[in-house]
T-cell receptor, first 113, second 114 residues
Framework: DAKTTQPPSMDCAEGRAANLPCNHS???????VYWYRQIHSQGPQYIIH???NNETNEMASLIITEDRKSSTLILPHATLRDTAVYYC??????????????FGTGTRLQVTL | DSGVTQTPKHLITATGQRVTLRCSPR?????VYWYQQSLDQGLQFLIQ???????AKGNILERFSAQQFPDLHSELNLSSLELGDSALYFC?????????????FGSGTRLTVV
């Protein structure tokens, strides 16, 4: 699976949009971009994933550049409960029944008042 | 509640001992994954099972073993425990690992080896 690069930490004011970048310049054609977050020692939580089109769900939006070499996770109105470590992961699909997610070090997002 | 159940939530044991961690996947999910998270290592993939068979392996120590049973629950066995095995152990499940869609993680088992 392709390697990803994320800033180690970011701050965001409550109520503002949080934009978390991820670089995945070696991504392959069959690899999706996934975002998970982990709130203080809880189990990681799936947020969103995409292949090449922008995606939106009730939690966040995912913007993937046209060349697919980078992406941005957007939390439109960050709250204190969004304080967590956010992981950007690239995973190949159509691999049969073998699969794994490889977590990097992620971005620690601190939402402040 | 994510639908993935891990027991026990906390476990304290002595060095040299053996423990078993249990995971019940979300209803309908055929694949189970085990992860270890220690303070200095981050989330490390250990092993994946699909419908009872091992499918992918990470940096799992030889002292560790796992299996998935016919009812799809999984157990992770840790033996000859060392202080360095103290960590959070997470289980996750998914429907079809080869396709898109996310994994659902449990709340973890915190293992302390003293």
């Amino acid at each position: 699976d392709a390697k990803t690069t994320q800033p180690p930490s970011m701050d965001c004011a409550e109520g503002r949009a949080a934009n978390l970048p991820c670089n995945h310049s070696t991504i392959s054609g069959n690899e999706y971009v996934y975002w998970y977050r982990q709130i203080h020692s809880q189990g990681p939580q799936y947020i969103i994933h995409g292949l090449k089109n922008n995606e939106t769900n009730e939690m966040a939006s995912l913007i993937i550049t046209e060349d697919r070499k980078s992406s941005t996770l957007i939390l439109p109105h960050a709250t204190l409960r969004d304080t967590a470590v956010y992981y950007c992961i690239v995973r190949a699909i159509n691999t049969g029944t073998a699969s794994k997610l490889t977590f990097g070090t992620g971005t620690r997002l601190q939402v402040t008042l | 509640d994510s639908g993935v159940t891990q027991t026990p939530k906390h476990l304290i044991t002595a060095t040299g001992q053996r423990v078993t961690l249990r995971c019940s996947p979300r209803s309908g999910d055929l694949s189970v994954y085990w992860y270890q998270q220690s303070l200095d290592q981050g989330l490390q993939f250990l092993i994946q099972y699909y419908n009872g068979e091992e499918r992918a392996k990470g940096n799992i120590l030889e002292r560790f073993s796992a299996q998935q049973f016919p009812d799809l629950h999984s157990e992770l066995n840790l033996s000859s425990l060392e202080l360095g095995d103290s960590a959070l152990y997470f289980c996750a499940s998914s429907v079809n690992p080869g396709q898109g869609g996310g994994y659902t993680f449990g709340s973890g088992t915190r293992l302390t080896v003293v």
